[in-house]
């Protein structure tokens, strides 16, 4: 089982900010890496999913790096608005399954 | 377009009594299937997952157990609950060759 560690837990920031979270997962055994956004009273929605080194997605203003040698994922979100409020999670695939981190809660302030 | 239903959406049930969750899938075949539960504080943990009828691999022993029934129906049972089955249960089905995960409205179960 892909242990994947996700961090901060939570975090508070300004609308207009720019923020950014941290997923590790064991080098080895990769297959995939997953984004997944969780809004309140919703079901988690997936953002990305990267499978090579160096791989870089883009949606709107949230972004995601990938660098899988040294087990870890940026998210990034720039300009945060109230509605990027949501739990953000990362999952470690194998071929057939993916294991989630705790997520990052993130609450942008108006 | 590719729907997943999952049901009831909400559960009321006392220590001891059994459990079953239905989730069905529309407009694929042979999708993988999953349930994951969020305990109180906790993320997203895998509990099955199924890749063909009547195959089912646990990630973790516990008190429930999993069947696929039909290609693209899953269902998630227990014959006696514990409180620590207590959380909100999500199932999901991905498309084999992305992985990338869809998940149903999900089932909040409180045991009491």
Known sequence: ILNVEQSPQSLHVQEGDSTNFTCSFPSSNFYALHWYRWETAKSPEALFVMTLNGDEKK?????????????????????SQ????????????????????TGTKLQVIP | SQTIHQWPATLVQPVGSPLSLECTVEGTSNPNLYWYRQAAGRGLQLLFYSVGIGQISSEVPQNLSASRPQDRQFILSSKKLLLS????????????????????????LTVL
Request: proline share 3%; glycine share 18%; net charge neutral.
């Open chain 1, 59 to 79: 949606k709107g203003r949230i972004s995601a790096t990938l660098n899988t040698k040294e087990g870890y994922s940026y998210l990034y979100i720039k300009g």
């Open chain 1, 82 to 101: 109230p509605e990027d409020s949501a739990t953000y999670l990362c999952g470690g695939g194998g071929y057939q399954k993916v294991t989630f981190g």
């Open chain 2, 85 to 108: 089955d207590s959380g909100f249960y999500l199932c999901a089905w991905s498309v084999p060759s992305t992985g990338e995960l869809f998940f149903g409205e999900g089932s909040r």
